[in-house]
């Protein structure tokens, strides 16, 4: 299995962007999937989560209303819309698969088997 994530760049405040995440090697429709980011100096967070059909979603406090998750099963990705960006979005953007056949949407890295390299986001003041 394998992930490639997508689509980081440089924005500037009140941009946006879309991030991409293909899956790899296996079955992608029966994998919860999430998006988490790590800024620097800190740790990896949260930021969101989608179940296997996209109907439960979940985000981070601080980018609800702004970013919103989304999947296409036939073409094994997942997607991250983000918009109003702030600097504080600044951050490395993982995308994370859960184990075939799991369905619970949790926020907790600890929960995701797979990890995609990793895309920067760079929002300018």
């Known amino acids: 299995v394998q992930l490639q994530a997508s689509g980081g760049g440089l924005a500037q405040t009140g941009g946006s962007l879309r991030l991409s995440c293909v899956f790899f090697?296996?079955?992608?429709?029966?994998?919860?999937m999430g998006w988490f980011r790590q800024a620097p100096g800190k740790e990896r967070e949260s930021v969101a989560a989608?179940?296997?059909?996209?109907?439960?979603?979940w985000y981070e406090d601080s980018v609800k209303g702004r970013f919103t998750v989304s999947r296409d099963n036939a073409k094994d990705t997942v997607y991250l819309q983000m918009n109003s960006l702030k600097p504080e979005d600044t951050a490395v953007y993982y995308c994370?698969?859960?184990?075939?056949?799991?369905?619970?949407?949790?926020?907790?890295?600890?929960?995701?088997?797979?990890w995609g390299q990793g895309t920067l986001v760079t929002v300018s003041s």
């Open positions: 090697g296996g079955t992608f429709s029966r994998r919860v």
């Open positions: 989608i179940s296997w059909g996209g109907s439960e979603k």
């Open positions: 994370a698969a859960r184990g075939l056949g799991s369905p619970v949407v949790y926020s907790n890295s600890r929960f995701y088997e797979y």
